[in-house]
């Protein structure tokens, strides 16, 4: 046929303008041209010309993001115009086919019209980011031109009696409303910023956030199609290839998005719903307020959702319109076809284009994109709703935190845990059920519809199928509920076994002396055994969720397509049966999901009820100074309301938190002379029970001087100063602060945000914050300068003074980065001592005018107590006159003070100075004296000890140096993970379930700089880590897994593909090769016929049969190869590290070895199968759809290649930046949630130094950043998930045009699409299964890493039996040239050692630090390296005996006492080899006896972890009572007192020379007095024995080392 715009039909002229011109149709379509035209003319050359050289400068930063008014409704209505194009397109092209000639003038205008609204949006977006409006004049006329040319066609219809059973006259008429729209949105965009007809334009700038260079989140700011693909996210995603995502790359929050506005809007209708409620012990509705604060998202959420499942079911019905009309004949009745001629062309009805299969396939193709970008914006937008909810919530309880009344955590009502609990489990589960929360009634709508749907196809039969997913749906729910509960005796069973694990750890030298390290490693594998047991009965839960879901469908199509060959009369098409197949499909996601969301619904309330009790407890009593609520003043609070007007907020985007309210600190009593800086008056205080604690107290503290404050332990020394404070509950009486002249009191009760209040409030804070060291001292996880200066700004001068009155230095010079090393978690890596000394320096720094020190002398030995007092209170402090409040027992320290006030039992017993207290209270003063004396005493004895604060220095050298420098850096954030994650054990399993773990970095093996080896690299998906796991599982279960999933897959084809030859079968039952022949008239009576039809059934019973169990198979086998892999894995991790030498642990931090059972053991027992199943599941399902519609369709393949690029690019650019994004969560939240429980633990001191507002403002930023993270993350989630869905919807679109064109089978036709609709839904869970399975397998890397440690040699070369039973029998030891050194790379610590001890010998052995003294100990137990020479304990070198029995045989007293949890019997005899008589005759030897016995359960009775329960001195006892029980005749002492005091030393040197005087006792002293009456002293330097002879005779030579070191040391 000829080509011509007008067509040229015989007997028709398309040119006539007979009857007037606009009465040619065709003439009305040219004009209709016009305006596109007009565009495409105007807009081309100012896009590639005017705007060409600018569009790559334009688009550099996003401050030039600006919208116009009416900006997203222009992109819908635009979006809405395309789509109507290519309807009209599409009835052009269909009625072009019943034409004779081509008529051009059908589709011509609609697809420039398609071109036009393209290039108008492209435009349009140029001209916005430019903000140069008055371009925007060329769209206006091109809307006006468009709008006119459309209403003459539109009336042009209606004269000739055309209406809406027309499919043109429609269409004609929605796009006259959308031109008129879209008329209305530019005349909006003129009226509001007058560009033009107006005289004064109006100048707008950015938002704020965009002229904030740190804003990078840019979906608020994007345009349409930027938000919805996700489009701004691509620089960021590509660039994570070439260099990983770190922190600052992803950079801050928009405004709305941060955890303070969200704060503002929650607390705002919190408080109102606490006003409503009329009843005041009724707590306000948390559920009403968020819904006041969010409802607005979340219904924005559930209208896109409801939209996304509307069009979820185009999709079955499109294959059904495809497949019924494939055969059927286009041919349009002839009479019919004249009947619908006017204007000389064919006008169709919609129904008629709805039968063209192309239109259809283009539709199925349109609705699939729309439908999953509406899923993806709904996910998108629950996800921001609820990290905006968490954010708000978090931002409340820390506030709720720091008005907790300290009685509350005092008295147990509000424990740590519980705080802990609400931060990392309740938020999360209100942020989860949020995610949620659009399916709950999104899902029931869905299910309807499809039940509908099903009916309207199959009739009665369907009822059947959907009565069994109905009638299967509770099962799911049960199974769901039980795998929480399996999930909860899992997590308390791998608390425990980390528990006995950790103890190991800290005591694994001890284990490896005595021995006991296999004892020990059976106590873990037995908890271990409990807990793979509960992993089990996890798995079977597991593999039957996942059974169940797989097998629901089966068994539904099943009961659905036999029954309705048995009732239905008429034979099941092609047709039908593949669009039910894919209902089903669709229904199973919602009724699975759907016990998930009622699990979390149901935790959500109980989540909710717990806040909302954590809300409504007891703050802090209403002192008017107290009240400092996290709210801005009014001004500021409604700026941040309304977003749009945001010039008032400060450029930055940051918010100061010292802007709250800050009413006045403290009442003023206007008599108060200035002499005094704080008055007590009648005070009755209590700690929250009735019963006062402190009883008529009144005392005044003079201004500028030290006052004492002394009295018995419990007398409430401590609870006045907290009373003082504010921090009881005042049962009666006043505390009066004064008031310096010179600082101004604001007593309006707020701080205006301008700049001259926040000078006065400068200078408030300063005289009213109290700098307070709590008597348990407390830091911060920071360095520790930042501990020191907290918060105030950097003076060196000061810091140095006072480091120096606090003796500090030698400490820091210690520490590997000095002042600027981060310490652990409350103070982990420092002692007792050190921590009190940097919480006295805080104190000391701060510059306020009253100190109060709670006993900072408790935790120091005499020498630093003196300094401190002299050079920090008695200097540092007087010398600035400030006012002094000390708690101390040290009474010698009363001469200096200028008041003292005495305290007993609750109540006041002297106040005074210490002249006035002799003079008038003379027996107090007596008593006093007595207690000094004594004090006297016992600081005789203390220094000739070794000071406490060298030991504290050398365990700090220990702790820091032991390893060598590599380790440290291997695995910084380690050390601290240990603590922490001990600390977080009670609220584990929510972060187990959100897999929210502190991964730490991968340190690479080689440090290459080329940036493409590392690209590969991080792109490399590591199959050497799986085919390690899936080994360490077993290959019998690896066989049966790869086996049954391959046979499973097979058989569900087979199932669909039987289907598909059943109904293509007619009644005569040719082959399915036959073109399918409709049988609407067979029925019933026809016997032969109903038999052949029905000939099908058994064989598709069969199939369904064996796949549903095959379905059982692969979950069960998938499960168990997980349970086994983990089995294997933590046995063999285990069993390395107990079995490893000591070196080892001196080497590898002990967090990152905990790591290894907790994090990392944790995501290989629960994570990695069920990621593994999925990975397979979704794998082998996208590539039998692809291969049956290769099958059906090979011209598919064709079009599968560049798909399969796509693809491959997608995947491997989101893996790369998922797994950036992966860590910086990981990474941001576990500070967040140490950041809680840190100021839980430090409130008094925090509020003290008033310091609530800095630390509020700390918290946001920790809050923002982790949700800036986790937002990335999830935008992440979704640019890969549209892109894939896409490319689904593609996979789809060829699939169905090649069936479409190569005329196939209707049946396998309807296979073939119904496959490729399960694709779209499967290929994103590729890409992300393969991701998590990537991040997941770092876990098996770095427990495999462990794996490759050398074990100690337990053989030696001499067998156990030549071994005599009673070995060592006289303890004669003979050290012949040793020369040992801790490792073969390093060099030797003792060199050519020769010694004799005579059996029974009592030797001492000394030098200074580091001589080798404590080497030559772990020699005896051949614990380092002996290459060189040899020890010989009776005769036998003791390198050639099994380690086991070596060391079985001797005993060992160290320096640190261990105590395991358990019972005394375990710990004295773990072997159960004793009687009881033995272990009570240990006791009786080491003064325990009597202690013991009053103890409940006696030898069984329990020793707490680490033995808590015990005094150091104790616990040193119950050492040497070990030693005793092993009655081995050779006992070596390691510094064995050096950390207990005089009376405990004295028993056990007493001890040592009865109990065991027949028995060679080696000591190595860190008291040279200690072992001046040993029988041999062997005195070592720099490894070498320089000395070896009798105490006497060494001190009578006077230049000898020996008496060099007496005279030093005394």
Not at 104 to 114: S, Y
Not at 625 to 638: I, P, Q
Not at 937 to 942: D, T, V, W
């Amino acid at each position: 046929m000829a080509l011509s715009f007008c067509g040229n039909d015989r007997g028709s002229n398309a040119y006539s303008v007979d009857k007037g011109v606009l009465d040619n149709g065709c003439f009305v379509d040219a004009l209709n041209l016009v305006p596109h035209v007009f565009l495409l003319f105007i807009t081309f050359p100012i896009l590639f010309i005017g705007w060409g050289s600018q569009s790559s400068k334009v688009q550099i930063h996003h401050n030039t993001w600006l919208h116009f008014p009416g900006h997203s409704l222009r992109w819908i209505l635009t979006f809405t115009l395309l789509f109507v194009h290519v309807c009209e397109i599409a009835e052009g092209i269909v009625s072009n086919t019943q034409m004779e000639s081509n008529h051009l003038h059908l589709f011509m205008p609609a697809l420039m019209g398609f071109i036009a609204a393209t290039t108008s949006v492209v435009y349009y977006h140029n001209i916005e980011t430019a903000n140069f409006p008055k371009l925007l004049l060329a769209l206006f006329i091109y809307w006006i031109l468009a709008f006119i040319t459309k209403m003459i066609k539109l009336w042009k219809f209606a004269d000739a009696s055309l209406g809406v059973q027309h499919l043109r006259f429609c269409i004609t008429a929605l796009l006259v409303v959308l031109y008129g729209l879209l008329m209305a949105v530019e005349i909006n965009v003129i009226r509001v910023r007058k560009y033009v007809f107006f005289a004064n334009p109006q100048k707008v700038k950015p938002a704020e956030d965009l002229q904030d260079l740190g804003v990078r989140f840019l979906q608020p700011f994007v345009n349409l199609l930027s938000k919805s693909t996700y489009w701004w996210m691509n620089p960021l995603i590509i660039g994570a290839h070439k260099r990983p995502i770190e922190l600052k790359k992803i950079g801050k929050l928009p405004i709305a998005m941060r955890a303070l506005t969200n704060y503002m809007r929650l607390k705002d209708s919190y408080e109102e719903q606490r006003q409503k409620t009329e009843d005041p012990d009724k707590s306000p509705s948390i559920w009403k307020s968020m819904y006041r604060a969010f409802g607005g998202s979340i219904l924005l959420s559930s209208t896109l959702r409801y939209m996304a499942d509307l069009l979820g079911f185009a999709g079955p019905l499109c294959i059904s319109g495809i497949v019924e009309h494939l055969d059927s004949s286009t041919e349009i009745d002839r009479t019919n076809k004249t009947a619908n001629m006017t204007f000389g062309v064919y006008f169709m009805s919609s129904t008629e284009l709805l039968q063209n299969t192309s239109v259809l396939a283009v539709l199925l193709f349109l609705a699939l994109v729309l439908q999953r970008t509406f899923l993806q914006a709904s996910y998108y937008v629950t996800i921001e709703t609820g990290i905006n909810l968490r954010g708000a919530l978090l931002a409340m309880i820390y506030n709720k935190i720091l008005r907790l009344s300290t009685s509350n955590m005092s008295m147990g009502e509000m424990t740590l845990s519980q705080i802990n609990n609400l931060v990392a489990i309740e938020t999360n589960q209100l942020m989860w059920f949020l995610f949620l929360c659009p399916n709950l009634w999104a899902m029931p709508v869905q299910i309807i519809m499809g039940v509908i749907l099903l009916y309207y196809l199959l009739g009665d039969s369907a009822l059947i199928g959907a009565g069994v997913i109905l009638l299967l749906a509770p099962v799911q729910y049960l199974i769901a509920t039980k795998l929480a509960d399996t999930q909860k005796s899992t997590l308390d069973y791998s608390t425990d076994r980390l528990k006995k694990t950790t103890e190991i750890l800290k005591g694994i030298k001890l284990l490896k002396l005595y021995a006991w390290e296999n004892i020990f490693c059976d106590r873990v594998e037995e908890t271990r055994g409990k807990e793979l047991t509960s992993l089990k009965t996890f798995a079977l839960y597991t593999s039957m969720s996942i059974f169940m879901n797989a097998a629901i469908p089966i068994a539904a199509v099943l009961a659905t397509f036999v029954t309705h060959a048995y009732i239905e009369e008429v034979r099941l098409s092609p047709a039908k049966a593949f669009a039910s197949l894919a209902l089903f499909h669709i229904l199973v996601t919602p009724l699975f999901l759907l016990s998930t969301v009622v699990r979390f619904a149901v935790k959500a309330l109980v989540s909710v009820q717990k806040l909302s009790e954590f809300l409504q407890s007891d703050e802090l009593g209403d002192d008017s100074w107290r009240n400092t609520e996290m709210s801005m003043s009014l001004e500021v609070g409604k700026k941040y309301k309304h977003h749009g007007d945001t010039k008032t907020i400060n450029r930055k985007g940051r918010y100061r938190m010292d802007n709250y309210e800050q009413p006045m600190r403290r009442q003023l009593r206007p008599t108060e002379t200035e002499d005094v800086a704080v008055q007590v008056n009648d005070g009755f205080f209590t700690w929250g029970s009735n019963l006062s604690t402190l009883s008529d107290i009144n005392i005044r503290i003079p201004t500028g001087q030290l006052t004492m404050i002394v009295g018995q332990v419990g007398c409430g020394k401590s609870s006045l100063l907290l009373a003082m404070l504010g921090e009881m509950q005042t049962i009666s009486g006043k505390v009066y602060w004064s008031n310096l002249p010179g600082y101004e009191i604001l007593f309006d009760g707020s701080i205006s945000g301008h700049d001259n209040g926040l000078s006065h409030e400068e200078l408030s804070k300063n005289r009213y914050s109290v700098a307070y060291a709590a008597q348990k001292s407390w830091l911060l996880n920071a360095t520790v300068e930042e501990n020191i200066t907290f918060g105030s700004p950097f003076n060196k001068q000061r810091y140095k003074a006072v480091i120096d009155a606090c003796s500090l230095q030698p400490d820091i010079d210690l520490l590997p980065f000095g002042d600027q090393t981060e310490i652990g978690e409350r103070g982990i890596n420092l002692s007792g001592g050190q921590r009190q000394r940097i919480c006295v320096a805080r104190a000391l720094y701060q510059n306020t005018n009253i100190v109060f020190l709670d006993d900072p002398f408790s935790a120091l030995d005499i020498h630093l107590s003196d300094h401190l007092m002299q050079e920090g209170i008695l200097k540092f402090l007087q010398d600035d006159k400030r006012t002094v409040v000390l708690v101390t027992h040290k009474l010698q320290y009363l001469i200096h003070a200028d008041w003292i006030i005495a305290m007993k039992d609750g109540s006041v017993l002297r106040e005074g100075t210490l002249k006035d207290i002799q003079t008038h209270d003379v027996e107090l003063y007596e008593h006093w004296k007595t207690l000094m004396n004594r004090q006297d005493q016992e600081l005789e004895k203390e220094t000739e000890m070794e000071s406490q604060t060298t030991l504290e220095r050398k365990t700090l050298r220990r702790a820091f140096y032991s390893r060598e420098a590599k380790s440290q850096t291997d695995d910084e954030d380690e050390g601290n993970c240990s603590s922490k994650f001990q600390h977080y054990i009670s609220f584990f399993f929510f972060l187990l379930i959100l897999n929210i773990f502190f991964i730490e970095e991968e340190v690479e093996e080689d440090d290459d700089d080329n940036m493409s080896t590392t690209t590969s690299r991080r792109s490399k998906i590591p199959w050497k880590m799986c085919c390690r796991y899936l080994s360490s599982g077993g290959f019998l279960m690896v066989f049966l897994m790869v086996l049954s999933k391959l046979a499973k897959h097979s058989v569900m084809v087979a199932i669909d593909y039987w289907l598909a030859a059943w109904t293509s079968s007619n009644p005569h039952n040719q082959s399915l090769a036959d073109p399918f022949i409709n049988a609407t008239n067979y029925t019933k009576n026809d016997d032969t016929q109903i038999a052949e039809h029905r000939s099908y059934v058994p064989v598709f019973i069969i199939l369904c049969g064996a796949a549903i169990a095959l379905c059982l198979i692969t979950s069960l086998t998938v499960e168990f190869l997980g349970v086994a892999a983990a089995t294997n894995l933590h046995h063999n991790l285990l069993n390395k590290i107990i079995h490893a030498p000591i070196r080892f642990f001196d080497v590898t931090p002990l967090g990152q070895i905990l790591n290894r059972f907790s994090a990392d053991t944790n995501i290989i027992d629960q994570h990695i199968p069920q990621t593994l199943e999925s990975l397979t599941r979704s794998t082998l399902l996208c590539l039998s759809a692809i291969g049956v519609i290769a099958f059906v369709t090979p011209a598919f393949l064709i079009a599968l290649v560049p798909l399969m690029v796509a693809f491959y690019f997608i995947q491997k650019y989101f893996r790369v930046a998922s797994k950036d994004l992966q860590d910086l969560d990981d990474s941001t939240q576990l500070p967040l949630l140490c950041y809680f429980s840190e100021t839980a633990e430090g409130l008094t001191t925090i509020r003290a130094f008033r310091h609530e507002a800095r630390f509020k403002q700390r918290m946001l930023e920790l809050t923002d950043t982790n949700n800036t993270a986790y937002l990335f993350l999830s935008a992440a989630n979704r640019w890969l998930e549209v892109r894939t869905d896409y490319l689904g919807a593609v996979i789809v679109l060829t699939a169905a045009v090649a069936a479409i064109w190569t005329s196939s089978q209707s049946g396998l036709v309807g296979l073939g699409l119904t496959y490729a609709l399960t694709v779209t839904n499967y290929l994103n869970w590729v890409v992300r299964n393969l991701s998590d399975l990537e991040v997941q397998m770092a876990a098996v890397k770095k427990v495999n890493s462990f794996l490759s440690t050398e074990s100690e040699n337990y053989e030696g070369s001499m067998d156990v039996s030549q071994v005599p039973k009673d070995w060592p029998q006289h303890g004669e030891i003979k050290i012949q040239d040793l020369c040992v050194r801790y490792d073969t790379m390093l060099k030797p610590v003792l060199k050519h050692i020769n010694a004799y001890i005579n059996p029974g010998q009592k030797v001492g052995i000394c030098g200074r630090t580091g001589s080798g003294k404590s080497s030559l100990s772990l020699a005896f137990f051949n614990m380092v390296d002996v290459f060189e020479g040899k020890i010989v304990i009776d005769g036998i070198d003791i390198c050639k005996l099994p380690l086991q029995t070596l060391r079985s045989r001797l005993s060992i007293i160290l320096q640190d006492p261990v105590l395991f949890s358990g019972s005394i019997r375990l710990n004295l005899d773990p072997e159960c080899t004793c009687t009881d008589d033995r272990l009570w005759e240990a006791l009786e030897i080491a003064q325990l006896k009597n202690m013991v016995k009053a103890l409940p359960g006696g030898l069984d009775a329990v020793v707490t972890e680490g033995g808590e329960n015990f005094s150091v001195g104790q616990r040193q006892l119950f050492c040497l009572a070990r030693a005793f029980v092993r009655k081995s005749s050779i006992l070596i002492m390691d510094e064995a007192t050096a950390s207990i005091d005089m009376a405990t030393e004295n028993i056990l040197q007493k001890v040592v020379m009865t109990a065991f005087a027949d028995r060679t006792v080696v000591t190595i002293a860190h008291l040279v007095s200690s072992i001046l009456e040993a029988e041999q002293v062997l005195v070592f330097e720099s490894g070498t024995l320089v000395e070896s002879d009798s105490a006497p005779n060494l001190l009578a030579q006077e230049d000898s080392l020996f008496s060099i070191l007496v005279r030093t040391h005394k």
